[in-house]
């Protein structure tokens, strides 16, 4: 069934292409003469009836931004089923007929729940700088994270190596360790620690004694914040290898920043066709991209089962390091 008006919203943490991917799902449904509204603060704006009509100047000038100019927020009452439907009957008073959710794990979680129970047509988009949705190898917000910490890294190395410094950068990551191992071999990390996989600090620590001993100059070490705290693990470096050690937590920064071209590219290819599908009555599934190539993935597929880090990158870290 052709749908007549469709709202999009972001959800959870945001991350770089959110702006692109609703740009792309509010001109496409534009184009095809749908009406789109916009949901403020993701579900929290869906209960606190904070809906907005959108039209093409309401997308304009944002591809190039990060952040989400529809705002997102936690929402403690869309957790109970009351407060899913009181966001449901906001957007059915509207005439609302299907829903764009662009967000992660926790947003598509919230997705399925309201389509389970109210039966609304629900199309998500991954938009998760941690790369962690089941079915796909990328999501939006990714590359241009990556981007950030790898920049980070190369800027660390220089005062690392002037000083002969051992440096641990801690990277987001609390249950993935997909942005800390592709940014640690991208730049040139001596270790990566990441929550999928043991390490032995006293192994790495022996080690580092006997490379800066051999006339090492300096060491980056990425540690996925789920992998431990890199202030903690650092004073063990620091003890047990009396090299001069020091810490950069990254935090947010990883957050924003300008959209790279691949995240402003695949989150514009991935709005059109989620535009598309939910207004020719598609529901329940997650467009991602897979080998280059867009994949449609069941939502309660993607949303129950859990993303491993890919094996090759493991081995490939430790090669190189």
Known sequence: ?????????????????????ARAVVRTALFEGVEVYGINNGYQGMVDDDIVPLDRKS?????QRGGTFLGTARCMEFKTPEGRKKGFDNLVK??????????????????????????????????TIDNDVWGMDYTIGCDTAANTIVDAINKLRDTASAHRRIILVEVM???????????????????????????????????????????????????????GSAVELGKVVAEKTEIDTRVSVLGHIQRGGSPTVEDRMKASMLGEKAALAIISGATNVVFGFNEGKVV?????DAVNNKKTLDPELVRLARVLA
Do not use: Q
Request: glycine letters at 18%; charged letters at 20%.
């Open 296 to 300: 449609g993935v069941n939502l309660f």
């Open 173 to 227: 990551g609390r249950h993935s360790g997909w942005l800390a191992m592709m940014s640690g071999i991208a730049g040139g990390a001596e270790y990566i620690l990441v929550p999928e996989v043991k390490f032995d600090m006293d192994e790495m620590c022996t080690e580092l004694k006997e490379m800066y001993a051999a006339g090492k100059r300096y060491s980056i070490i990425v540690v996925a914040e789920g992998a």
């Open 94 to 127: 509207r005439g609302v007929e299907g829903l764009v959710i662009i967000g992660g794990d926790g947003s598509l979680t919230g997705g399925s729940l309201l389509s389970k129970e109210t039966g609304l047509p629900i199309v998500g988009l991954p938009g």
């Open 1 to 21: 069934m052709i749908k007549k008006a469709i709202a999009v919203m972001t959800s959870g943490g945001d991350s770089p292409g959110m702006n692109a991917a």
């Open 59 to 63: 997308v304009s000038d944002i591809i």
